[in-house]
């Protein structure tokens, strides 16, 4: 499949990029076998407590409910307005 | 295996201590015992020289004939056998399933992958023949999940053989539809399930201690393993039938494992996303995510997850914020979903049809994890809203409640707002860039040809090489009044469409203490109230204190709907 070789050659890439330069690809590497393939593979361990799955900090706020933009003087509201504008002049 | 008596065959030896391991009831030892992977240790190898002597292969099955027969003489354990409860029926399955073992070392080879992956199926449904056995059964099911992970490691790498499986995946099952190996494969796996589901020998509940009990120890892992083969080979929807059985007979999720729970919420929630159920995929997703270890190690699994929970909640209007981005296992995802949800936000319906074009840098990215046909069908409706609000909020009319007259958006404006994005989309994008609106566009711009290109047409096939001009259509004000009628019936839009004067009215402003919040709700707070009465209702997720269905009753999870999904 294309995507695992693209994955393995990627690997390799982090691989050699290691030799030369190790911080840099530590940083690299991590990403890199992020995107590899998407198969769910079995977990280290069979089970674990609720201590192994707190976010650190304690963060739970995930997830932004209130996203409306209000924003009208930034570039593109202004144009929109001046588009706006034409309506019924014509 | 222990050390074998001079006088006696390998053969025989095996056959003794297998009977005692049985007797003992001792299944972790029967599955270290009968191994299948190479290499073999010495041992095994000596057992397997002397199978190919003494029963060497046949085409007719006589060797596996002569191979039961004798196995029979020293399996007692597997005979029928009185005891106080009546009597305790002979388990012959166990010595075919010993027989098939025995015939499977004898002619392993490795080099041939095909023939290996059928044998083990044969081998696995014996085993799962084994298991079957009322009382006994159980001694076998750590030997039949670890053949199950084998079985299912080999299957989903020859699915990406297609040059070996090739006549295999033309036969047809019974009703005729053709059935792929990797359906086959599940098959095999799925009646291990069934059997340890359906196992009658255990109490009422299938708790004991507040464990599973019996062989319903083994549901979620064998439910796992069979739903890990359909889902790496592109066979979701046939997960179906576990999500369905587990419903209908499973002890609560939560008394197994976490590794299990997590494994299993996880295939859940992306069967449920893929069956455009977005809220129950959500709450299997989030569970699965909440309870995923923060280790290191875990780090590919809490991606997975992670990745297609923020697109159930981008579909269902909820936005990852800056912590959740800063994540380890969100690491670049911030520049694939902010500026879908940015385009979102702002009503930019130029950015959005540049991000959910197929050609797209990210594109191939969100089609790989199979999310982005849904984030562009479902997301659109929304920049539609914003679209609506954006404009009431640079020319709509705030009304006057001293008159009662309502706060009003011009439909007209709406419709040239949507021309305007349109048009901008059709453009190339440094082009679009140049055109910063009226009185303020750069001068290149008045040369340039704007009218949409030929490509952004549509001319059937079926009209290739005739003369025929694509007409690049825009939206109409009846398209307006269209959208306007599907925001308000989906609850994202709060209000009336008068006709006559191409407007739409905001009610409630007054009483809500404003027209925005009267307006246009909170698409996620829509969208969880329609939820409510069912907000924990995840079809497929056992939950605690839920009655056992007694069985026969089969939920069908395709005609489930998904909360928050509007008609569209």
């Avoid at chain 2, 056998?81 to 029926?89: D, H, L, Q, T």
């Avoid at chain 2, 009703?175 to 599940?186: I, V």
């Avoid at chain 2, 995510?289 to 997850?305: F, G, N, T, W």
Wanted: charged share 25%; hydrophobic share 40%; aromatic share 10%.
């Amino acid at each position: 499949m294309s995507a695992s070789a693209q994955g393995s050659s990627t690997t390799t890439k982090a691989v050699v990029s290691d030799a030369k330069n190790g911080d840099e690809a530590k940083e690299q590497k991590p990403a890199a076998q992020l995107e590899e393939d998407d198969e769910f593979e079995d977990f280290p361990m069979e089970d674990w407590t609720e201590e192994d799955t707190q976010l650190p900090g304690g963060n739970t706020h995930l997830w932004e409910e209130s996203w409306d933009d209000d924003d009208t003087s930034e570039d593109f509201s202004v144009q929109l307005k001046e588009e706006l504008k034409k309506v019924g002049k014509a | 295996m222990p050390g074998f008596g001079a006088s006696m065959g390998m053969v025989e030896t095996f056959l003794r201590e297998t009977n005692e391991v049985l007797r003992e009831r001792d299944g972790e030892r029967l599955q270290d015992f009968l191994v299948i992977e190479p290499p073999f240790k010495p041992i095994y190898e000596n057992l397997i020289a002397e199978v190919r002597q003494s029963y060497p292969q046949d085409d007719e099955g006589k060797d596996r004939k002569r191979l039961e027969e004798r196995i029979q003489g020293f399996m007692t354990e597997c005979e029928e056998i009185p005891s106080e409860n009546g009597v305790v029926g002979s388990w012959s399955a166990m010595v075919q399933f010993l027989a098939e073992w025995l015939a499977f070392l004898r002619d392993l080879n490795v080099e041939n992958l095909l023939d290996t992956y059928l044998r083990l199926s044969e081998l696995l449904k014996k085993a799962t023949n084994a298991l079957g056995h009322s009382t006994k059964g159980i001694i076998i099911l750590p030997t039949v999940i670890a053949y199950a992970k084998v079985f299912a490691r080999l299957a989903i790498g020859l699915d990406k053989k297609p040059e070996l499986i090739a006549h295999l995946v033309i036969s047809t099952s019974e009703d005729g539809s053709q059935e792929t190996l990797p359906e086959k494969a599940a098959e095999v796996l799925r009646k291990a399930f069934v059997s340890c589901l359906n196992d009658r020998n255990t109490t009422p509940t299938g708790i004991r201690d507040g464990k599973p009990d019996g062989k319903k120890v083994a549901i979620y892992k064998l439910a796992n393993i069979c739903l890990k083969v359909l889902f790496q080979c592109d066979k979701k929807e046939s997960g179906e039938y576990i999500f369905a059985n587990i419903s209908n007979s499973s002890p609560p999720l939560s008394i197994y494992p976490a590794s299990e729970r997590v494994t299993y919420l996880y295939y859940l929630g992306r069967f449920h996303f893929m069956a455009n159920h977005f809220y129950p995929a959500q709450i299997a997703l989030q569970r699965a995510y909440d309870e995923c270890p923060i280790h290191a190690s875990c780090l590919k699994q809490r991606r997975l997850i992670v990745i297609y929970l923020i697109a159930a909640n981008l579909i269902l209007g909820r936005f990852p914020t800056p912590s959740l981005y800063g994540r380890p296992e969100a690491h670049g995802l911030r520049e694939r979903f902010h500026p879908i949800t940015r385009a979102i936000a702002k009503g930019d319906l130029e950015s959005f049809r540049r991000l959910m074009d197929w050609k797209t840098e990210h594109a191939p990215w969100f089609l790989h994890y199979r999310i982005f046909e849904q984030i562009q069908n479902r997301c659109e409706v929304y920049v539609w809203r914003s679209i609506f609000r954006k404009v009431f909020l640079l020319s709509g009319d705030q009304g006057d409640t001293n008159r009662r007259a309502a706060p009003t958006i011009d439909l007209r404006k709406v419709l040239a707002a949507f021309h305007y994005f349109e048009k901008r989309a059709m453009m190339n994008e440094a082009l679009a860039q140049q055109d910063a609106g009226p009185g303020r566009r750069h001068i290149s711009f008045l040369f340039m040809d704007t009218t949409p290109p030929a490509s952004a047409g549509y001319v059937d096939p079926d009209f290739d090489g005739l003369d025929i001009k694509p007409v690049v259509r825009f939206q109409d004000i009846i398209e307006m009044e269209a959208i306007a009628s599907s925001l308000v019936l989906q609850g994202f839009l709060n209000g009336f469409i008068s006709h006559s004067r191409q407007k739409f009215a905001i009610t409630g402003a007054k009483k809500k203490g404003g027209a925005l919040v009267a307006g246009f709700p909170r698409v996620w707070e829509v969208v969880r109230q329609k939820a409510q009465g069912q907000e924990d209702e995840c079809p497929g997720w056992k939950r605690d204190g839920g009655a056992v269905g007694l069985g026969g009753t089969v939920i069908r999870l395709s005609g489930a709907r998904g909360v928050g999904v509007g008609e569209w």
